[in-house]
């Protein structure tokens, strides 16, 4: 099973910041890897695919890096809607996993 | 308005069983493989099992592997989770979640709303 380690488990910023969200893996998962942002009370909505590409709707201060087994995620100026959870994913193996997620804090 | 519809969900006591069901609107849930991830109470997201478009391809997590079965019905638009010896660590939000055929391939494109199961005596 591929682990997916992510860090800091909680990031504590105001808007206006810039955060850098890590995802590490066990093992290579070469591109295949997501992050998803998960809002109190909301199903998880996909961000970012294939390491570095924004899914249709995810705005351009989003942006992803990576490949192998170390991933980031930035966003560039953090939005009060930005303050979330966030979870990286991969699809390399089964059975898919989900890092333990990130808390983006005010 | 293209949205996954999950439930099922509800109170049962340990040992128990309960099924859940994923249906689609404004498309058609056939052509996309599924799958169900859960969510207990202020924890992660935790990967429960995956189904191909024709049923062909199916997957578990060693947690519910034995336990858990998921099917399809593509006549009917349903993909279902039938959950037995239900135990208090499968007290979750039940998430039923699309996979992209274009696009971001292989991810989780849309998800339903989520149907909690609360497993308790």
């Known amino acids: 099973e591929v682990v997916l380690t992510q860090s800091p488990v909680t990031l504590s910023l105001s808007p206006g910041d810039r955060a850098t969200l890590s995802c590490r893996a066990s093992q290579s998962v070469t591109s295949y890897l997501a992050w998803y942002q998960q809002r109190p009370g909301q199903a998880p909505r996909l961000l970012i695919y294939?390491?570095?590409n924004r899914a249709a709707g995810t705005p351009a201060r989003f942006s992803g890096s990576g490949s192998g087994t170390d991933f980031t995620l930035t966003i560039s100026s953090l939005e009060p809607e930005d303050f979330a959870v966030y979870y990286c994913q991969q699809r390399s193996n089964w059975p898919r996993t989900f890092g333990q997620g990130t808390k983006v804090e005010i | 308005e293209i949205q996954l519809v999950d439930s099922g969900g509800g109170l049962v006591k340990p040992g128990g069983s309960l099924r859940l069901s994923c249906s689609a609107s404004d498309f058609a849930l056939r052509h996309y493989s599924v799958n169900w991830v859960r969510q207990a109470p202020g924890k992660g997201l935790e990967w429960v099992s995956s189904?191909?478009?024709?049923?062909?391809?199916?997957y578990y997590a060693d947690s519910v592997k034995g336990r858990f079965i998921i099917s399809r019905d593509n006549a009917g638009g349903l993909v279902h989770l039938q959950m037995n010896s239900l135990s208090i660590e499968d007290s979750a939000v039940y998430y039923c979640a699309r996979v992209a055929v274009s696009g971001p391939v292989g991810f989780f494109d849309l998800w339903g709303r989520g149907t909690l199961v609360s497993v308790s005596s």
């Open positions: 294939d390491a570095s």
């Open positions: 189904i191909s478009s024709t049923g062909s391809y199916i």
